[in-house]
């Protein structure tokens, strides 16, 4: 009998698995990861403990509308609870996004280098991606994206901040190119790193969402809140995309442990952007560092990270950090991104950085 294995959909041929950071290695003199823009600083006591309390009630199925954490966002961002969605961190909420709006015969829209998970969740829908190449400053092409419209673009992402470049569009430029897309196209601003921001020329997408119905922000707790672990994050959208969101969601998708950390990492939010605060720091440090040894490193990253240009050189340096103690992420042949961790860990980072430099 001959045995036919299961008929997969065609679009998911050459589609990347995600690739996840490298963890650090296990049971070296000291690791450290700087390779998934992680937050280092452990969970604050507080939301520790509204974790535990809440893993006493695992047998039963989380709030499936997340009723305090959308109150919570609500009151916080003056939008009405109609506007917020949640999800499995954003990229659950992105992909709810794509399948909401996008499918075999349309487009979706994305600068590139950016986000990698982009690619992947567009490729799922059946959706057809339409890369736009960053500009030489590695910065989102905003007239290039607008000319790559077409009558079947149904999407558009803006990561801003992006995703491993660490560039910001402005005000300016960002208001401009929306109002230019057609209103039919959904204009999704993904800002993972937004509480990294001090450039006050960066707007604020959901100042810019109000009087916009054909835009969504997209904003997550993994990163300045420090709650990657647990996967929650939300947009902010009109109706009737917010509608949308909550219908493609996947039921009881955040659970009761990540909506509780949610809301007490929102009321502890002070404390935490003063954690945000000493990374913002750190990054000034290790990008001045960076350029008294010499390298050439992408300016004014926004970001919890810094991108380095290293072209054919990417993977040995890559390599020469592991070595030292510290996982990057290299895109081969392209550059690094490194994240901003503890002190300690990007002291290491910036020494290996200054031997290797010396090296070449
Ligand atoms: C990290 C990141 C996210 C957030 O991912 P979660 O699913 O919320 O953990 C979203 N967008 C970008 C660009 C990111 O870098």
Not at 66 to 86: D, K, M, S, Y
């Amino acid at each position: 009998m001959s045995e036919k294995s299961p008929r997969l959909r065609a679009e998911l041929d050459g589609i990347p698995t995600y690739k996840p950071g490298k963890p650090a290695a296990a049971g070296g003199p000291v690791a450290f990861k700087l390779s998934s823009n992680e937050n280092p600083y452990p969970p604050l006591p507080g939301v520790l403990e509204s974790v535990v309390a809440a893993a006493g009630h695992f047998n039963r199925y989380p709030d499936m509308a997340c009723t305090g954490l959308v109150n919570e966002l609500a009151e916080r961002f003056g939008v009405p609870v109609e506007h917020i969605a949640t999800g499995t961190g954003s990229v659950g909420v992105a992909q709810s996004l794509i399948q909401s709006t996008a499918g075999p015969g349309d487009e979706v829209i994305y600068a590139w280098r950016s986000f990698e998970a982009y690619p992947i969740i567009v490729q799922i829908s059946g959706a057809t991606p339409v890369q736009v190449p960053l500009t030489d400053g590695d910065v989102h092409d905003l007239d290039a994206m607008f000319e790559a419209i077409t009558e079947r673009t149904r999407l558009i992402f803006v990561c801003n901040p992006n995703n491993p470049t660490g560039t910001a569009v402005r005000r300016a430029e960002l208001e401009r190119f929306l109002d230019r897309v057609p209103s039919d196209v959904l204009v999704v601003l993904d800002e993972a790193y937004k509480e990294f921001v001090r450039d006050l020329e960066i707007p604020d997408g959901i100042e810019l969402y109000r009087n916009r119905p054909n835009v969504a922000v997209l904003r997550t707790f993994s990163k300045a809140y420090g709650l990657a672990g647990l996967r929650v994050g939300f947009a902010v959208a009109h109706e009737p995309v917010a509608a949308a969101l909550r219908k493609t969601a996947v039921p009881f998708g955040v659970s009761q442990l990540a909506q509780d950390a949610a809301v007490a990492s929102l009321r502890a939010e002070d404390e935490l952007m003063g954690r945000v605060g000493s990374l913002v720091g750190e990054r000034a440090r290790v990008y001045g560092t960076l350029l008294a040894q010499g390298w050439t490193v992408v300016p004014e990253t926004q970001a919890n990270f810094v991108w380095m240009r290293l072209g054919e050189r990417t993977a040995d340096f890559a390599a020469a950090c592991e070595k030292a103690g510290v996982v990057v992420r290299p895109f081969a042949g392209e550059g690094l991104r490194v994240t901003i961790g503890e002190p300690e860990a990007n002291d290491l980072f910036l020494h290996t950085a200054e031997a290797f430099f010396k090296e070449l």
